[in-house]
């Protein structure tokens, strides 16, 4: 892994929230914070469950275009991700990502997994900024 990537990870790593942003319908930028993902593969992928009549899976369906952001308060330094999010709504799905502590959050099957998949990225710390191409 790259000393950027590598970077990257740990901020990551050390974060309890992540800020998610669709497109509503009128094209505008709509920004929630969410838990941490509770799987990812390296800086590329990222794993969130969430509630399937929620207004971001309604707009992840009409537009996959997203941001993810993480933010480290203590060093004041950040990432930002473009990419687009994929709406995992069938059973497999579902049942392959299942924990049962998560039946205090969830009724009636309301489950759902958003998939994010990473394109580029922006690191800043230290008034600097980096750009990078996520392949």
Same mark, same amino acid.
């Given at each position: !892994? ?5 970077? @990257?990870?740990?901020? @990551?790593?050390?974060? /309890?929230? #992540?800020?998610?942003? %669709? ?16 799987? $990812? ?6 794993? *969130?469950?969430?509630? #399937?009549?929620? !207004?971001?899976?309604?707009?992840? $369906?009409? +537009? ?10 203590? %060093? &004041? ?7 687009? !999010? ?6 497999? %799905?579902?049942?392959? &990502? *299942? +924990?049962?502590?998560?039946?205090? *959050? ?10 994010? @998949?990473?394109? %580029?990225? $922006? ?11 996520? /392949?």
């Amino acid at each position: !892994m790259k000393i950027l990537e590598k970077t @990257i990870d740990d901020l @990551i790593n050390k974060q /309890e929230v #992540s800020f998610i942003s %669709s497109v509503d319908k009128n094209g505008y930028p709509n920004t929630k914070a969410m838990i941490a993902p509770f799987k $990812r593969e390296g800086i590329k992928t990222f794993f *969130w469950h969430t509630n #399937s009549p929620s !207004m971001k899976v309604k707009e992840f $369906r009409a +537009n996959n275009k997203a941001c993810v952001y993480f933010y480290c308060k203590d %060093s &004041f330094s950040g990432v930002t991700f473009k990419g687009i !999010m994929e709406v995992l709504d069938e059973e497999k %799905s579902k049942k392959d &990502f *299942w +924990n049962d502590s998560y039946s205090k *959050w969830y009724q009636d099957n309301d489950f759902i997994v958003i998939k994010f @998949i990473a394109e %580029s990225c $922006r690191y800043y710390s230290g008034l600097n900024t980096e750009d990078l191409k996520i /392949e």
